[in-house]
């Protein structure tokens, strides 16, 4: 059992990666109108925002404004750096007039936080290398999560090599402190652990882990566009860069709708369609995280975009320039065209005249094919329809027998089940209530209620216009008012089976199960409010649907 889910694990990004290639384009359809649409969603952030800051003028209470300060600041985190900076700065302050230690600490981390999402890593260190984390055991998941993202950024952003190490072998500890701290096979315990194993090369079970968990994360977009970027990283260790460009495309589509303007998944995607070749794309993507950047004030992402934008606005440029050639040598091939276009078009008037005369002589041979044409034409008018009714005829065959081949063997099961009901009745000796049964009409009202409902949608799907076009026929609409979950009333239905070529009332009244007076009178009634001559109402009917044909 083992051997076998290890190898649908091991064949599934071969599997999924043809799956996910022909989505992949409809994917990155989706993220450019997200990109474009980026200022709804901000608008939304704002609105939420702008609620929360509403709710400080109706409180005065300590408690009730921590709270408020501490949402502004998550709201704004990911959002604008410095205003989360201000919020994470007042929280501080209230904490304090509320005299709990638990809310001054994490009023402290999120100042920390914040700092080193601005690059201020010294300050944030400065901050948390004060704190006894021991006093307050329910905050050092956030406290090691801050030390393991400063010391990962000045890794990463470190000059020497010997630092880099050095940085990262503190990112390390910290990620193993985040692992012993998290329940596992929780959102932060995959996210710590799918890192820990990107980072050391276990690509395949990094992916294990990460695709198991991410079909669970339903609610939370922001966390969605944590992991599906999560997932793009492992595949980019692996190298399959289809599958890497798919998941930050899920990442970045996320990223947006949340309003997160402090991200990577766009600008890394944007790096790998410029590679690809897709330079448009690349170019609006990069822009638009540029734009967050600078909005978000997340210094080093700005730093990071810096140093790519211009290659791929020079590429971008250059494209405009061999698109305007490009249009500047259509617009000469056009107006060569054009040249010798009136040159012919003067040769065709030339020749043209010439052949006035001719065409003189043959005005009266053309006359008289003209009258074999109407003639032909009547004939073949009449071959037309009679093909058409033919055609329709065969439809409505094969749709009816089809469809009512398979309701009969349904019927057959429903009297079987029928017929067991009973006899399991007979078998328990309960009498009663098989006369009670047999007795009663419920079942066969059903039955017919459902076969009529059946009726009224195949013969709408063969004449969905049916109904509009008796309204046509009509000098009012009243016959064709229909009660709540009506799809045919009785007179409609009439007419339908007319509209199958069913006339004969006594096969319509067996049909319906009414009377020959009551589909004689529903006749009647339809008759009377024909527009055109009452005679031919039948007929008329007849030609519901073909319309559309002629």
């Known amino acids: 059992m083992q051997k076998l889910i290890y190898f649908i694990f091991l064949t599934y990004p ?3 990666f043809y799956a996910q290639t022909d989505s992949t384009e409809s994917l990155l359809k989706e993220l450019d109108s997200v990109v474009a649409d980026h200022n709804l969603y901000s608008a939304e952030k704002e609105k939420r925002i702008e609620r929360l800051k509403n709710l400080l003028s109706y409180t005065s209470s300590n408690d009730l404004q921590y709270g408020i300060y501490e949402n502004l600041f998550y709201e704004y985190s990911s959002y604008n750096s410095d205003s989360a900076l201000l919020y994470a700065n007042k ?3 209230i904490a304090g007039k509320t005299g709990q230690e638990d809310r001054i600490i994490k009023s402290n981390l999120h100042l920390a936080s914040i700092l080193g999402i601005l690059g201020m890593y010294k300050e944030s260190l400065d901050i948390i290398n004060q ?3 021991k006093k307050h055991p329910s905050l050092k998941g956030y406290y090691f999560h801050i030390y393991r993202i400063v010391y990962g950024s000045m890794a990463d952003y470190s000059v020497p090599n010997l630092r880099i190490s050095y940085y990262n072998d503190l990112a390390d500890s910290y990620r193993d402190s985040l692992l012993s701290v998290h329940k596992p096979m929780t959102s932060d315990y995959v996210t710590v652990k799918s890192d820990q194993l990107i980072v050391n090369g276990l690509y395949d079970h990094a992916l294990e882990l990460l695709l198991s968990y991410y079909p669970k994360v339903t609610d939370d977009l922001h966390e969605r566009a944590i992991m599906a970027y999560s997932i793009s990283k492992a595949y980019s260790g692996k190298k399959e860069t289809g599958l890497e460009k798919y998941w930050l495309a899920v990442s970045a589509i996320n990223d947006i709708k949340t309003a997160t303007k402090e991200y990577i998944s766009l600008r890394d995607l944007a790096v790998l369609l410029y590679e690809e070749g897709d330079i448009n794309r690349s170019y609006r993507y990069m822009k638009r995280s540029l734009e967050d950047a600078l909005f978000c004030n997340a210094r080093l992402r700005t730093l990071e975009i810096s140093n790519m934008m211009p290659i791929i606005d020079k590429a971008y440029q250059h494209e405009v320039e061999s698109r305007q050639k ?6 000469l091939s056009i107006c060569g065209l054009s040249i010798l276009l009136i040159i012919a078009v003067s040769y065709i008037y030339l020749q043209m005249r010439r052949i006035s005369t001719a065409r003189a002589e043959l005005a009266d041979a053309n006359l008289q094919l003209k009258e074999l044409n109407s003639e032909l034409t ?9 093909n058409e009714a033919l055609h329709e005829t065969n439809i409505i065959k094969e749709k009816f027998i089809g469809h ?4 009969c063997f349904v019927y057959l ?8 009901q009973l006899n399991r009745l007979a078998i328990s000796g309960k009498v009663n209530e098989i006369f009670a049964t047999i007795k009663s009409t419920k079942f066969i009202e059903k039955e017919l209620k459902e076969f009529y409902n059946e009726f009224d949608h195949t013969f709408l799907q063969l004449f969905p216009t049916f109904i509009e076009e008796m309204g046509d026929l009509m000098t009012d609409n009243d016959e064709l008012q229909l009660k709540h979950n009506e799809i045919l009333n009785t ?14 009332n006594e096969k319509i009244s067996f049909f319906l199960r009414y009377s020959l007076s009551t589909i004689y009178n529903c006749k009647t009634k339809f008759r009377n409010k024909a527009k055109g001559v009452r005679e031919e109402f039948e007929n008329d009917v007849m030609k519901i649907g073909t319309k559309h044909k002629q």
């Open 14 to 16: 071969f599997l999924s």
């Open 404 to 407: 009512y081949m398979a309701q």
């Open 491 to 504: 007179g409609l239905r009439v007419f339908a089976l007319i509209r199958l070529g069913i006339k004969d």
């Open 131 to 133: 704190i006894d984390i």
């Open 91 to 93: 929280n501080i302050l």
């Open 378 to 386: 009547i004939i073949n008018t009449k071959l037309k329809y009679t």
């Open 326 to 331: 490009t249009m500047l040598i259509s617009l």
């Open 413 to 420: 099961n429903k009297i079987d089940e029928y017929r067991r």
